[in-house]
C-alpha cells in the first residue's frame, strides 16, 4: 500500500470539508482567493500552503486551522 504524505493527507481534509460543505473548487477559489486550478493541486497534494493561507482555508471552510491539520502526518518520512 502506499504511503500517504502530509500534502496528500491535507489535501484529502481540505477536499472533504468542502464537499460537505456542497461547495465548488470554484467557489472556494472565490472565497479564498486563489485560482480554481490551485484549488485542484492543493486537493490532489501538490502543493504546500503558509501557515496564513491555511487560515484562510479555514475561514472559508467554517473550521479550524488545527482540524484542517488534524492527522496530517508529521515526521522525516511525512515528505
Given at each position: 500500500?502506499?504511503?500517504?504524505?502530509?500534502?496528500?493527507h491535507f489535501?484529502?481534509?481540505?477536499?472533504?470539508?468542502?464537499?460537505?460543505?456542497r461547495l465548488?473548487?470554484?467557489?472556494?477559489?472565490?472565497?479564498?482567493?486563489?485560482?480554481?486550478?490551485?484549488?485542484?493541486?492543493?486537493?490532489?497534494?501538490?502543493?504546500?500552503?503558509?501557515?496564513?493561507?491555511?487560515?484562510?482555508?479555514?475561514?472559508?471552510?467554517?473550521?479550524?486551522?488545527?482540524?484542517?491539520?488534524?492527522?496530517?502526518?508529521?515526521?522525516?518520512?511525512?515528505?
Amino acid at each position: 500500500m502506499a504511503r500517504v504524505t502530509a500534502l496528500q493527507h491535507f489535501g484529502t481534509v481540505i477536499r472533504e470539508r468542502r464537499e460537505e460543505l456542497r461547495l465548488t473548487q470554484e467557489e472556494l477559489a472565490g472565497q479564498t482567493g486563489f485560482d480554481r486550478t490551485y484549488i485542484s493541486l492543493i486537493e490532489r497534494g501538490r502543493r504546500n500552503l503558509s501557515l496564513l493561507n491555511i487560515c484562510k482555508f479555514a475561514v472559508a471552510l467554517r473550521t479550524t486551522p488545527s482540524a484542517l491539520l488534524k492527522g496530517v502526518p508529521y515526521g522525516a518520512d511525512s515528505d
